[in-house]
């Protein structure tokens, strides 16, 4: 058995803005020390809690990928509606043992307490639930599954792996196809490899190869050029890119590295420190940019 908890990480839909721009790749979790009440108490799924939950499947996605299925108890369940956000994630134990790791599961949860998670292993040994996709898929899935029109932002998309065989699994990408391909004006989707395989399947994704860069981010944005008047006056007409003071926000998620590189590094703590990176470059400041 497991015990889980769950925390949020965007509170609100109205957080969002037009258009949203997701970055992702493959991230490593983090690990933190919980003291635990009697583990044998049921308490419901809340986020000063721990809740007893059972693993009711695991399919192997890749070598070193696993779906895995968990369940809880639907009684423990809160009757809120709304206790969930967009983006939410849950901290997961064994109970014999006093570390926990943070996982995002991919669907939310359903009315039976069932949770979809992807997680990988590493030679290490470490298991890690926080590839930098699942928090964008589970917040896509929470938009899309329903036909409320209101909220009518638009999102980009763009997920680098360091080969096509770590991309997510063939249901999350059939998925991400099926609503860009449905919602062309709300959702675009851009597939990014370091090495892909020469097969049918990899070309009908239409993957890039190579790494998520500025040319990207900047095409992503629809950002405008523009060319200082001393640049012009020493014939110097390499545009330089603008982002304008309108309603963008990127969420960015994946190892501190690839942070780093799209949009600097965290503050102390984890905080959200400065933008940086290719999004400062870009001309984007903190309000238009969150780092998961």
């Given at each position: 058995?497991?015990?889980?908890?769950?925390?949020?990480?965007?509170?609100?839909?109205?957080?969002?803005?037009?258009?949203?721009?997701?970055?992702?790749?493959?991230?490593?979790?983090?690990?933190?020390?919980?003291?635990?009440?009697?583990?044998?108490?049921?308490?419901?799924?809340?986020?000063s809690r721990f809740t007893p939950t059972t693993l009711i499947e695991a399919v192997d996605v890749s070598s070193?990928?696993?779906?895995?299925?968990?369940?809880?108890?639907?009684?423990?369940?809160?009757?809120?509606?709304?206790?969930?956000?967009?983006?939410?994630?849950?901290?997961?134990?064994?109970?014999?043992?006093?570390?926990?790791?943070?996982?995002?599961?991919?669907?939310?949860?359903?009315?039976?307490?069932?949770?979809?998670?992807?997680?990988?292993?590493?030679?290490?040994?470490?298991?890690?639930?926080?590839?930098?996709?699942?928090?964008?898929?589970?917040?896509?899935?929470?938009?899309?599954?329903?036909?409320?029109?209101?909220?009518?932002?638009?999102?980009?998309?763009?997920?680098?792996?360091?080969?096509?065989?770590?991309?997510?699994?063939?249901?999350?990408?059939?998925?991400?196809?099926?609503?860009?391909?449905?919602?062309?004006?709300?959702?675009?989707?851009?597939?990014?490899?370091?090495?892909?395989?020469?097969?049918?399947?990899?070309?009908?994704?239409?993957?890039?190869?190579?790494?998520?860069?500025?040319?990207?981010?900047?095409?992503?944005?629809?950002?405008?050029?523009?060319?200082?008047?001393?640049?012009?006056?020493?014939?110097?007409?390499?545009?330089?890119?603008?982002?304008?003071?309108?309603?963008?926000?990127?969420?960015?998620?994946?190892?501190?590295?690839?942070?780093?590189?799209?949009?600097?590094?965290?503050?102390?703590?984890?905080?959200?420190?400065?933008?940086?990176?290719?999004?400062?470059?870009?001309?984007?400041?903190?309000?238009?940019?969150?780092?998961?």
């Open positions: 058995m497991f015990l889980v908890r769950h925390r949020a990480w965007l509170t609100a839909r109205s957080a969002f803005l037009k258009p949203v721009l997701l970055l992702s790749s493959v991230s490593v979790a983090a690990t933190t020390f919980y003291l635990l009440s009697d583990p044998a108490e049921k308490f419901p799924l809340t986020p070193n990928t696993k779906l895995l299925t968990l369940s809880v108890p639907p009684e423990l369940l809160p009757h809120d509606p709304g206790a969930f956000a967009p983006i939410w994630s849950i901290f997961i134990k064994d109970s014999d043992i006093q570390v926990e790791r943070p996982y995002t599961p991919l669907e939310g949860i359903d009315e039976n307490g069932h949770m979809k998670l992807w997680v990988k292993m590493y030679e290490r040994g470490e298991i890690s639930g926080g590839t930098g996709i699942t928090p964008f898929y589970q917040l896509l899935h929470s938009v899309f599954k329903t036909s409320d029109s209101s909220f009518n932002a638009r999102f980009t998309l763009l997920h680098g792996s360091r080969s096509s065989a770590d991309l997510p699994p063939s249901s999350m990408i059939q998925y991400l196809v099926t609503l860009s391909r449905k919602y062309p004006d709300r959702f675009r989707l851009q597939l990014f490899a370091e090495s892909t395989n020469d097969t049918s399947e990899n070309h009908s994704l239409n993957i890039q190869r190579g790494r998520i860069g500025k040319s990207v981010v900047q095409d992503a944005l629809r950002l405008t050029h523009s060319t200082p008047w001393w640049r012009r006056l020493l014939g110097l007409s390499t545009p330089t890119p603008f982002a304008p003071k309108r309603r963008i926000l990127v969420l960015v998620c994946g190892p501190e590295g690839m942070v780093n590189v799209v949009a600097g590094p965290y503050g102390r703590n984890y905080s959200q420190g400065e933008v940086g990176g290719i999004l400062g470059e870009l001309g984007l400041e903190s309000h238009q940019v969150w780092k998961l």
